[in-house]
């Protein structure tokens, strides 16, 4: 497998209606779609990515599950 790459700024949108784990999730599903990320490359840790975002663990670990789930990984 291929290293991490880092991942490019992210904002949530406080206003929008979707939870930060859906908004999250639709942007690594967006990411993965474009080709920013390749078949083989690893995404950021579930622990680095709530780190880097300052957002809970458990939020990243629900898009990730998500992402799991709809087939992106």
Known sequence: MK???ETPSFEFDENSDLPLWVQLRNRMAYLITSGFYKPGDKLPTVRKYAADLRIAYNTVSKAYMGLER???V
């Open 3 to 5: 290293a991490t790459k």
């Open 70 to 72: 709809d087939g992106y």
